[in-house]
């Protein structure tokens, strides 16, 4: 993927229908609905409730600019109309999971590190930065040139942020250290009680 389809992909959306409705397929994988015509968009509404805020024509709109967009596949079979999301379409998706992406700071800390370690091709030297950018975002802190430092279990968040770039376990490991030398900086860093 070259720089410009990055570019597209980390730009804010255009509207909270055009997430939800993003959002709601991503969850939902295939959605299937009854082509009843003319009540498609009543059952599409009464199926996702965050929907009703929005007037009918807006969530008709957000479709047909989603589907020519090429994000969102819609087919009608045999009196069935199924949506899904195209590759690009996930894409764009999980890039919202991934803005809205915390970790959970417990009321405890564990007295465990996580050192993030990472090593990616210069062939992805895009991904390498966004998520280099993306764990500034959630708090970690520069160990070392490639290593990265956080006190609290992220292992979900760090498997999402895996998936989403597309990165290997070869590429992206999470460590867990009891002891990583002289750490009252780091624990002050992160306001941690001793």
Not at 18 to 34: E, F, M
Not at 106 to 121: A, E, N, Q, V
Not at 148 to 172: H, M, Q
């Amino acid at each position: 993927m070259g720089l410009m389809q990055y570019k597209y992909y980390f730009r804010k959306p255009k509207s909270a229908l055009v997430k939800d409705i993003l959002s709601w397929v991503l969850i939902g994988g295939l959605i299937t609905i009854a082509a009843t015509s003319p009540y498609f968009l009543q059952n599409l509404i009464r199926g996702y409730k965050r929907w009703k805020k929005y007037p009918k024509r807006k969530i008709s709109a957000a479709f047909y600019i989603l589907k020519k967009e090429g994000l969102l596949e819609i087919q009608n079979k045999n009196g069935q109309i199924f949506i899904s999301l195209t590759p690009e379409g996930r894409m764009k998706a999980g890039m919202f999971q991934i803005n809205h992406l915390k970790i959970a700071r417990p009321k405890t800390w564990d007295r465990k590190w996580r050192l993030l370690t990472f090593d990616i091709s210069e062939k992805k030297k895009i991904i390498r930065e966004a998520l280099r950018g993306k764990l500034k975002g959630l708090g970690f802190q520069s160990f070392q040139k490639s290593i990265w430092l956080y006190p609290f279990d992220c292992t979900a968040e760090i498997d999402l942020l895996k998936r989403f770039f597309g990165l290997s376990d070869n590429e992206v490991e999470l460590i867990v250290a009891s002891h990583i030398g002289k750490d009252e900086k780091w624990r002050n860093i992160f306001k941690l009680s001793t």
